[in-house]
């Protein structure tokens, strides 16, 4: 089918909804932050308008760089994460029966009806010395007695791979059922074994798919705020969970708006860098 | 004997039997293709040979060796497949040299081989392509390479050129055969296209119903098929039924003095390949007939005849037109030597 170019100005009209919902809910919400971003904070009240770049100085600070880098860290980690478990999970689950496939599918989809608090305190359980996991460890006899896993860092992060996978596995799933069988197969011919031919067919066929996803993952994790909260140390918190503090509970709404917008920045930089790679390494 | 064995090859997928019991073998060297209608076991068949499906039971030996459970990648062969399988994100070159990467070949040697492949398939200076920029034909021929990198001890084709236009695919028909007479390799194809099989095979393996109907040089397939099924799978026939008499067989009412019938056989069926069916004047043969309707194709004629409620075809070269009109009554003339008797 041959698509023509919209000719007349009528001919635009159907954007006219998705242009408007994006103005009303993210183009003029953004403008507001970048502007309150400059703004004076009155330590007695709110904000007052001004034009100042005091609280972009104020983040440039070895604490807050040191937030900003972990918080990338921590997404870049669920991301990867995220890919390399949902990834042959997906595959498998993709040469299954149907029946299988959808039980699997709707387990997963149940799981993003969970909120992200009642997650938290759920692995904060499972993680306690008194109820968790450890103990059932001790049972087995391979540990002499239960122990607190959170907080800690790999607290942090198994609670948002878990609640990131669904996620990472709807997004790869399509793709993957879409994904010809026989290329596994020809692999397999020209042998490959199994492992072989899912890390040189699979993986690079779906190059593209798997860097899509890695991005998402990465902007979905970027933006958690709870978790390191409920199952991290201080030094385990991310900007988000600065944001957060800054905006509601020392009503700084400058200095939150400028670190918002800062986080945006390196995001869609990061983001850019990873699909110009991503071009780069097509083209070679 | 090197070459390639089935011992009562059985597969079953639940309760539906898809191959049944078969026993076949392949010489080293040779050309064998699977014909048969779809659903006949034929790429199930040739899925077990190539390890990509197990059989239920059964033993698969190649040159004297049991690969029955040997699994795929161990088995040294070389497959195309009916989607061809590129794959999408290497380039032709190393499409090509795939096979050579896995076993761990020097980056030279990969080179050097796949060079001589792309020479081999007219397509030299090609490495650097990728795959989607290529033409059908290309591609099949870059699939061919592709199977053929490691010279494989078995070449399996899975409906090779089922994607190819009728003239293209008449051309690689021909150049299949001969890469494969000068490499010299085992090969075996699945086919449902007859003419295919006869243009390819050394053998012909007809398959239906998950059973070998017959396995047999093309000539012999066509002039000896061994059952009704072969004989109306290949090409076009006629299938009469016949009743013994005493110095041979009565077929649509008349006697064809001197039709060999095999002892204790009283009825069955005759069948006679529209070439064999000579139109004479009526009177002048046992049979006679009407005509019903005449296709003339240019390169030949068909003339539907009518006779004893039977509808026969008799096919003649444009130097041998029968003289005769829709209508007109016409005499059947059967040589007894051109037909094949078969039980019904």
Same mark, same amino acid.
């Given at each position: ?16 909804? $998705? ?208 978790? $390191? ?56 | ?14 309760? !539906? ?13 040779? !050309? ?54 590129? !794959? ?144 109306? !799978? ?111």
């Amino acid at each position: 089918m041959r698509r023509e170019a919209p000719q007349k100005l009528t001919d635009y009209a159907p954007l006219a909804f $998705p242009a408007g919902m994006l103005i009303v809910f993210f183009v003029v919400p953004f403008a507001t932050m970048i502007a309150v971003s400059f703004f004076r904070r009155d330590p007695a009240g709110f904000y007052s308008p001004d034009f100042v770049f005091d609280n972009y100085a104020r983040f440039l600070s070895l604490f807050f760089g040191k937030v900003l880098g972990f918080s990338l860290f921590l997404a870049v980690a669920v991301a990867i994460c995220c890919v390399v478990i949902a990834l042959p999970f997906t595959y498998l689950l993709s040469r299954t029966k149907r029946r299988t496939q959808v039980l699997w599918l709707v387990a997963l989809l149940s799981v993003l009806s969970l909120s992200e608090v009642i997650i938290g305190f759920a692995w904060s359980t499972l993680f306690s010395r008194t109820a968790g996991i450890t103990n059932l460890l001790v049972m087995l006899g391979i540990m002499s007695e239960p122990i607190a896993l959170n907080p800690s860092f790999g607290a942090v992060l198994t609670a948002m791979v878990y609640q990131a996978l669904p996620y990472t596995v709807l997004v790869l799933y399509p793709a993957l059922v879409r994904l010809d069988p026989t290329l596994t197969e020809a692999a397999r011919t020209l042998g490959a074994s199994p492992l072989k031919a899912f890390f040189t067919v699979v993986v690079p066929a779906l190059r593209n798919t798997v860097v899509a996803t890695l991005i998402m993952v990465f902007i979905f994790a970027l933006g958690s705020y709870l978790l $390191p909260q409920i199952l991290g140390r201080p030094q385990h918190w991310t900007l988000s969970v600065l944001i957060t503090d800054q905006a509601i509970y020392q009503s700084n709404m400058p200095f939150a708006a400028a670190m918002a917008v800062f986080l945006v920045l390196v995001t869609l930089g990061l983001v850019a860098l990873t699909v110009y790679a991503g071009r780069k390494g097509e083209a070679a | 004997m090197s070459g390639l064995t089935l011992q009562n090859v059985t597969k079953q997928f639940g309760t !539906f039997t898809a191959v049944r019991n078969v026993a076949l073998t392949v010489p080293h060297g040779t !050309f064998v293709c699977l014909l048969g209608p779809s659903g006949c076991g034929k790429t199930t068949l040739m899925r077990m040979v190539a390890g990509l499906d197990l059989p239920t039971e059964g033993e698969i030996r190649l040159d004297d060796k049991d690969i029955t459970n040997v699994p795929t990648h161990k088995r040294d062969l070389g497959m195309v497949f009916q989607s061809l399988a590129l !794959f999408p994100h290497l380039t032709v070159g190393e499409n090509i040299a795939y096979s050579l990467r896995i076993r761990g070949a020097g980056k030279d040697e990969q080179k050097k081989r796949v060079d001589e492949l792309l020479s081999m398939i007219h397509l030299s200076g090609y490495a650097d392509r990728p795959v989607a920029k290529l033409s059908g034909g290309q591609r099949q021929r870059v699939a061919i390479a592709r199977a053929l990198a490691i010279s494989p001890k078995l070449f399996l084709l899975d409906e090779p050129l089922s994607a190819l236009d009728a003239k293209l695919r008449e051309a690689m028909q021909v150049e299949l055969r001969q890469l494969q007479q000068r490499l010299g390799i085992t090969t075996i194809v699945v086919t449902h296209d007859q003419r295919e099989a006869m243009t390819m095979a050394d053998t012909v393996v007809v398959m239906n119903g998950g059973e070998i109907r017959q396995a047999a040089p093309p000539v012999d397939i066509y002039r000896r098929p061994a059952d009704t099924f072969v004989a109306d !799978f290949i090409g076009m026939t006629n299938l009469l039924d016949f009743k013994a008499d005493g110095t041979g067989a009565t077929v649509l009412g008349a006697s064809i003095p001197g039709l060999v019938v095999p002892n204790g056989l009283a009825s069955g069926i005759v069948s006679v390949r529209p070439e064999d069916v000579h139109l004479t004047v009526p009177g002048n043969a046992p049979i006679t007939g009407t005509v019903i309707f005449i296709r003339d194709l240019g390169g030949t004629i068909e003339t539907f005849v009518e006779a004893a409620g039977k509808q026969i075809v008799a096919v003649s070269v444009p130097n041998a037109r029968p003289d005769v009109a829709v209508g007109q009554s016409v005499g059947i003339a059967l040589d007894p030597a051109d037909c094949v008797v078969l039980k019904s």
